[in-house]
């Protein structure tokens, strides 16, 4: 409880100077000498405004060429500079890499340590890490603006949005985020392979690596990961449990404030307020029952450790490993301190719904933000059809077409996490210990084994990357399919998010009257988690009864 209040104090004193900044990053016409030169090497006009379309094919253009530089960088690993005699990455493999990071989804199918030099680890993987997450915020400030601007299609510029980003905000905070990880035992170098004697005898071969500066990035940015596959249970990612509690505060603390640039950028922050307190109600109560599962779960070995110990590490106990898991799992990052596989049924089924939610609360960077308004569209709705008038947000009319783009957006990670999951165990012989048809055996059947899937599915179309991690992935179904899911599930929201910004940029605004939904009270912050609470529970129920609810009951 003392973690958490601390958490929840070092947030809240951040919490306004850092999302002013956000705000004040994407007002600012001016541009910065190192961000001009940038420009001019892509051949960008930075001051150019954009309608939808365009802002749209900017996005998909710079990250399709990312996941095609990626995949390349993979498959010539061999030959690169540094790469500790690894071998070149496999195709299936590369693309599911490459279209990981790329998504911002950062799911491995590989052990790090094992299969990436130092060239991939850094010039690729880190550097899509920054990449990844600036194109998350600047379709999220693509979407305020289209709440903010009115009689107008234009949304900004994507590149000056996506340069800014980088360069004033994520490279700043994560150099800092580096030295204190550094400075509290967590590794930087460019090391080659040792062999490492082991407490209980005999030896392993460990590289050391650039981890520090891809850790900062890889929480920061909620991006997930890790350069070891142990992740962040690891103890030169993670060396204790201040790093493990700061490095949960790195995950939460862009999307947190973001809220903050929201009610700044449309000139109102009471509105940005309402999202905050949706957005931390729902993680307080995740976390809550996450902990509460994790302590008093029964059983004679649980009840004699004091909770559910398996799969956790004991420098951080169970208290700490629950905070870490539902704020991972509640934003799209994927970086995790303990084996979510080994958790509770009920536990590895909240870890699982916060994902389904579409990891709004808070969300990932940007993500996040541009998930919980379109929740926020769908709960105006609701309360217009309860009282018979025209549901309107910030001024915008709420017609036809903005509830379409709404609904499509809210239908597509569902359809693919779903439909990828269920296929899956079609192809699995037999059904019920999910066998190598379509992957590696899970090494459990039944409830669990059907959990596993479902959690690969739903993290890569959720753009989360974490994992139950007892599913052997590394087959080409898996890589192929779950690689898809993480594309479509990215970039198919965000066509519909920038139609939505644009179609509400081009309205007039609506003058407020008596009969107007206060979208900045409490009443409002409550609509909007309810409203969140029954989408997903319509959508995800079947699944999770088929899996974790009923290994929990169990």
Known sequence: MLQLAALIGALALVYRPLGDYLAAVYRSGRHLRAERWIYRCVGADPDTAMRWPAYLRGVLAFSGVSVLFLYLLQRVQGGLPLSLGFSSITPAQAFNTAASFVSNTNWQSYAGEQAMGH????????????????????VAIALVRGFARSRTGELGNFWADLVRTVVRVLIPLSVIAAVVLVA?????????????????????????????SQEAIKEIGTNGGGFFNANSAFPFE???????LFEIFLILVIPFALTRTFGVLVGNVRQGYAILAAMGLIWLGFTALMMWTEFHHGGPA?????????????????????????????????????????FTGFGGGIALLGMMLGEIAPGGVGSGLYGMLVMAVIAVFIAGL??????????KKIGSREIKL???????????ALGFTAVSMVLSTPPDSILNTAGNATGHSGAHGFSEVLYAFTSGANNNGSAFAGLGANTDWYNTTIGLAMLLGRFLPMVFVLALAGSLAEQKPV???AGTLRTEKPLFAGLLVGAVIIVTGLTYFPALALGPMAEGLS
């Open 184 to 212: 509290c035992g967590a590794i930087q170098n460019f090391a080659g392979i040792h062999e490492v004697g082991q407490l209980t005898g005999g030896s392993r071969q460990l590289n050391g690596g650039a981890v520090a």
């Open 406 to 416: 709404a609904a499509c957006y809210i239908l597509v990670t569902p359809a693919l």
């Open 511 to 513: 003058p407020e009257t």
């Open 302 to 342: 649980l009840q004699a450790a004091g909770g559910a110990m398996e799969g956790k590490e004991q420098r951080f106990g169970v208290g700490a490993s629950s905070i870490f898991a539902t704020s991972t799992t509640l934003t799209s990052t994927g970086a995790v301190d303990a084996m979510h596989s080994s």
């Open 238 to 244: 993670n060396p204790n449990a201040f790093t493990n």
């Open 119 to 138: 060239v991939v680890q850094t010039a690729g993987l880190a550097v899509q890490n920054f990449l990844s997450a600036a194109v998350g915020i600047a």
């Open 386 to 395: 309860m009282v018979g008038r025209t549901p309107e947000y910030l001024g």
